[in-house]
């Protein structure tokens, strides 16, 4: 392990409070440096991984700077030195993150018109690396066109420090950093990585927009590759505990890890109609991980066992390929644990330390705005098997800030497993697609798209990006047959003139869970769950049960267990649920009523009914419910007129749906509806409220013409940059309009009330660590309007204060609902 100094002479990065140690500048921009060259070289860009981190902090040496930091950490005295400032009042005040990035582009840009590419990609690491990726053209009404980044690389010397901090450099930062941009590999290396981008385009036109997004993406690549270096290596000498925590991608065995698997699978018995077309569906996975790298279709009905399946493929598809880790993303509104919880039970078994294998990442306990007790306490999926969500995937491609940047990186030479990818939002297609087939193509990585109902995401407009599947890359080899074996429902369209009321829905409810044994009512908002579950509520009656998003997982996990056990044992159990339930839940009722909603959701609300094959036939009810209020909610509907468009056309000649209104003819007929009416959606429209003028994301991280044709009008030329996406304007876009929630940790159970007690009691940040882990599962993700409304109340609070941790007041949560926007507890229960 490196020695830390504690003399004050030297040029510090950091200082450690428990035991007075400094980190010096020369220390830490070696030690990111190296963590940047190993993370950069899964794309072959090891030099230039090392090179912006060797730099990125290269403006610390400045005398102003240094007297800050000493200042701030108490190496100066106020009373007996001079050069003491209050640091308080200069905190992000002091630049130091130009002047790497004016040397990278100086020594670049000199050498023709790659020199200037490459310059500018590396210059952007460097000078992002606090704030998240700048603008290389504003997109600001008030300055729209500006050339941000030519402005930024031609600021004055005084204010950037840039001759004083090479004046007053370590020499052999400077030696290497000459080393490295005289190498004559470093520009040919990056040429490659654009080449390889220009093969696959359309056109192999380079300023097309699939091209210019992807060349955002190894422009993100890179930043990631620096972001994670440095909050990594500042984290580790800040709290060495929290360090050795770290697996730095030293993993179990992907051997060990398929034999673990392999061992559970073969212990398992048939025992149900269904079970050995699930085995069937299983071997097909293990024989196709064999095949090359690529872009995957798993279509297998609900119920069919394919998240065990898929984790067979992956798995075995990592060991064949020797590929980094195994990445699950199950959609916003999915039961995360479930899975994971699965997963775990197998690939970590009794002795294997916890979350050594399988990590969970599903929840925004920290806000963006991190202090560095934020940035130590961050993920960088630094495991084998990851288990995140839908919002921290595209938050990563695509987000604001640091935080989820830091991740993109650790998801080259992965195999990233879609679950339920049918519930990828529509505004987002384009950015997806050529985000996904950057990764495949570019990074190495293996993506399997896993669903009952495949969305065309390669038959929308290739001009502005559609995955590139190619044909016989599905994992089942006869899809058809497969959906007819599995058919275990029959769907019962019951649209009514003038819509069911709540009374006539609550006894279809009743009537079904007395008829079948059990009943699940899907519904598409917390206030028609709730509602309902009032309606049925009787003393003495069926036993009731509420599952949404309100509810933190434990308590979910709680409800659903409850549930389980009273279906196993055929006891009456009727549950409300929202449509979280639809994605991955295994549960088996005889009955479900579902609102009518997007053809997808009708057929994954089917697969919780008779999902086992119990019974010969499942009945599902689609039901149109009166004066639903739910336009707001585009999403839902959208769908729910595409399908009852395709339920129309299905009365009038089912046999050309193959007499399945759920069935694989259905829903391609769907999707084509679906997707046609909402094309113009698909490339992220942003509204003149949202960025000052109307235009989309996917134009800000490509060709970001706008912006281009402005700076002609203003300059009478194009601007003289490669590079010219608005990169900050389109990650603040993009949080704005997807109006991101933040985790608030909940008091459910004494379990949760004592680790919001621990919480607000700890100082270290490495015992934080751990208890945040343990926190996710006792979180609510808020949304914004929502938190607003709970802080006015004084429901919510920070568990230390700067900390941005939020728990809620116990009295806010409600056993049977979650939380609450009003009291429903008091303080009497918190004490029993």
Not at 170 to 183: G, M, N, P, V, Y
Not at 230 to 251: C, I, M, N, Q, T
Not at 278 to 306: E, F, Q
Request: hydrophobic letters at 40%; a neutral charge; charged letters at 25%.
């Amino acid at each position: 392990m490196e020695k830390y100094t504690t003399s004050q002479d030297l040029p510090i990065a950091h200082h450690r409070k428990s035991d007075d140690a400094i980190q010096t500048l020369e220390q830490h921009l070696r030690g990111v440096a190296n963590l940047s060259c190993l993370y950069a070289k899964k794309l072959n860009l090891e030099d230039q991984g090392e090179l912006i981190g060797l730099l990125h902090d290269l403006g610390k040496y400045s005398q102003a700077f240094q007297t800050y930091i000493k200042s701030a950490v108490g190496l100066l005295n106020q009373d007996e030195d001079e050069e003491f400032v209050d640091a308080a009042g200069l905190k992000g005040k002091i630049d130091h993150s130009t002047a790497g990035a004016q040397l990278i582009w100086q020594e670049l840009s000199k050498q023709g018109q790659l020199g200037q590419i490459v310059g500018q990609i590396l210059s952007l690491c460097i000078a992002s690396h606090h704030s998240g990726l700048i603008d290389c053209l504003s997109s600001d009404t008030n300055s729209l066109g500006e050339d941000v980044f030519s402005r930024r690389m031609n600021k004055i010397t005084e204010r950037s420090h840039l001759q004083e901090s090479l004046a007053k450099a370590d020499a052999s930062i400077l030696s290497r950093a000459k080393e490295l941009t005289s190498q004559p590999n470093l520009i040919p290396a990056m040429q490659a990585a654009l080449a390889k981008i220009m093969r696959f385009a359309p056109n192999r036109d380079d300023k097309n927009i699939v091209v210019q997004q992807q060349l955002g993406l190894l422009v993100r690549f890179l930043f990631s590759c620096l972001i994670d270096a440095d909050r990594v290596d500042s984290a580790d000498f800040e709290s060495p505990k929290a360090a050795k925590l770290r697996a730095h991608g030293r993993y179990t065995e992907w051997d060990v890890l398929c034999e673990r698997l392999e061992k559970h699978l073969a212990g398992f018995k048939p025992s149900k109609k269904i079970d050995p077309l699930r085995c069937d569906i299983s071997n097909h996975c293990h024989n196709a991980a064999s095949r090359d790298k690529g872009i995957y279709t798993l279509t297998v009905p609900t119920g069919g066992g394919k998240t065990l399946a898929s984790l067979r493929f992956a798995l075995h598809h990592a060991k064949k390929h020797k590929m980094d880790r195994v990445i699950y993303v199950i959609p916003f509104t999915s039961i995360i644990d479930q899975n994971a919880e699965v997963v775990r039970n197998i690939l970590e078994p009794q002795g294997t330390e916890p979350s050594s294998v399988v990590l969970e990442h599903h929840s925004n306990l920290t806000p963006e705005e991190q202090s560095w007790r934020g940035k130590i306490l961050a993920e960088n999926w630094d495991a084998p098997v990851i288990y995140t969500t839908s919002v921290q995937l595209l938050e990563t491609l695509f987000g604001a800030g640091t935080r989820g940047a830091r991740r993109m990186h650790q998801l080259a030479n992965t195999v990233l497993i879609f679950d339920e990818i049918q519930t990828l939002p529509v505004n987002c297609i384009h950015l997806f697609n050529n985000a996904i087939n950057f990764l495949v193509d570019q990074c190495g990585s293996t993506v399997v798209l896993c669903t009952a109902t495949q969305p065309l995401l390669d038959q929308v407009s290739a001009e502005k990006g559609a995955l590139r599947i190619p044909a016989g890359n599905e994992l089942m080899p006869d899809v058809k047959k497969l959906f007819d074996e599995l058919k275990r429902v029959e769907v019962k369209y019951q649209r009514k003139r003038g819509g069911w009321t709540n009374d006539e829905i609550a006894a279809l409810a009743m009537e079904e869970t007395h008829r079948a044994g059990s009943c699940l009512v899907i519904v598409n908002t917390k206030n028609a769950a709730q509602t309902l579950y009032d309606l049925c509520k009787q003393p003495d009656g069926i036993p009731l049960y509420h599952l949404s998003t309100s509810m933190c997982p434990t308590h979910r996990r709680v409800i659903l267990a409850k549930i389980r056990e009273r279906l196993g044992k055929r006891l009456p159990v009727l549950c409300f649920s929202t449509q979280l339930i639809e994605a991955g839940v295994d549960v088996d009722f005889g009955a479900v009523i579902r609102y009518t909603a997007g053809l997808d959701s009708i057929a994954q609300a089917a697969g919780r009914c008779n999902r086992n094959g119990l019974r010969e036939t499942g009945i599902v009810h689609v039901v149109n419910p009166q004066n639903e209020r739910i336009e707001m909610l585009r999403d839902i509907c959208i769908g729910r007129d595409k399908a009852e468009r395709v339920l129309d056309e299905y009365e009038d000649n089912p046999l050309q749906f193959g007499n399945d209104r759920i069935g694989l003819e259905a829903m391609k007929r769907y999707y084509t509806y679906y997707f046609f009416a909402r094309q113009s959606e698909m490339d992220y429209p942003l509204s003149t409220k949202t960025i000052g003028h109307e235009d989309t994301l996917l134009n800000l991280l490509s060709g970001n013409t706008l912006a281009v044709h402005e700076h002609e009008q203003r300059t009478g030329q194009g601007p003289n940059i490669y590079l010219r996406q608005s990169f900050m304007s389109a990650a603040k876009a993009f949080k704005a309009i997807d109006a991101p929630t933040q985790g608030v940790i909940v008091q459910y159970s004494k379990e949760g009330q004592a680790i919001v007690a621990e919480l607000c009691a700890a100082y270290l940040p490495d015992k934080e660590f751990d208890m945040l882990r343990r926190a996710q599962q006792f979180t609510v993700n808020v949304f914004p309007n929502v938190l607003e409304r709970l802080a006015k109340a004084g429901a919510v609070r920070e568990v230390q204060e700067g900390t941005g941790i939020l728990y809620l007041d116990y009295r806010y949560y409600s056993d049977e609902f979650g939380l609450s926007e009003t009291p429903v507890r008091n303080m009497e229960a918190w004490n029993a």
